[in-house]
């Protein structure tokens, strides 16, 4: 398969935890990476491979794999969470890229 | 840290071609084992990949693009370019170049991005 699949929109209560799940064959052989992105502005990887934060990003950001499924926890989420988040790996050819639907997330 | 900006018109006619560059600073473009990419963001819609240079010479393109699309480095310049041939209103878009890299885990992802640019395919 060449696609990422990603629920369109996830509510959150503010410092509750929430899980943002990304499907794919492609997933088996590469990990996810998921990046956030705030109206206007352009994506930032807030994790990558296996489960690696850049400097910067707060350790309530993890990520986790099993099987087809790439998954990202917000543990705590906080108002400034509130974005759309996109998954992204390399496809199974691992000449290509892909990237996932998106899912907005909004914090109550 | 490598910082990526992208340059170019904010509008191209429909048949036309688009000609963007990402200047690359803080960080040598020859520098291996970096993927340097172009990606876009339709209105309101998701990203979308359209392609990279690595080492370089050796280009992939989304397979919906391959026919129009070209990517190259300048590396006297320290910058990367896209062309797109061919433009229709369907790629009115933010066209962001970003750098993809690769780590002892098997990873790929991508960082840094540039601010990325809105350009608009209108007569």
């Known amino acids: 398969s060449s696609e990422l699949t990603q629920d369109p929109a996830v509510s959150v209560a503010l410092g509750q935890t929430v899980r943002i799940t990304c499907q794919g064959d492609?997933?088996?052989?590469?990990?996810a990476n998921w990046y956030q992105q705030k109206p206007g502005l352009a994506p930032v990887v807030v994790v990558y491979g296996r489960n690696n934060r850049p400097s910067g990003i707060p350790d309530r950001f993890s990520g986790s794999r099993s099987g087809n499924t790439a998954s990202l926890t917000i543990t705590g989420a906080q108002a400034e969470d509130e974005a759309d988040y996109y998954c992204?790996?390399?496809?199974?050819?691992?000449?290509?890229?892909?990237f996932g639907g998106g899912t907005k997330l909004t914090v109550l | 840290q490598v910082q990526l900006q992208e340059s170019g018109p904010g509008l191209v006619k429909p048949s036309q071609t688009l000609s963007l560059t990402c200047i690359v600073s803080?960080?040598?473009?020859?520098?291996?084992?970096?993927?340097w990419s172009w990606v876009r963001q339709h209105p309101g819609k998701a990203l979308e990949w359209i392609g990279y240079i690595y080492y370089s010479v050796t280009t992939y393109y989304n397979s919906s693009l391959k026919s129009r699309v070209t990517i190259s480095v300048d590396t006297s310049k320290n910058q990367f370019s896209l062309k797109l041939t061919s433009v229709t209103a369907a790629d009115t878009a933010v066209y962001y170049c970003?750098?993809?890299?690769?780590?002892?885990?098997?990873?790929?992802?991508?960082?840094?991005w540039g601010q990325g640019i809105l350009v608009t395919v209108s007569s």
């Open positions: 970003a750098r993809e890299n690769y780590g002892r885990e098997g990873a790929y992802w991508f960082d840094p």
């Open positions: 492609s997933l088996r052989d590469y990990y």
């Open positions: 803080g960080g040598s473009i020859s520098s291996g084992g970096y993927y």
């Open positions: 992204n790996s390399r496809d199974s050819s691992g000449y290509h890229v892909l």
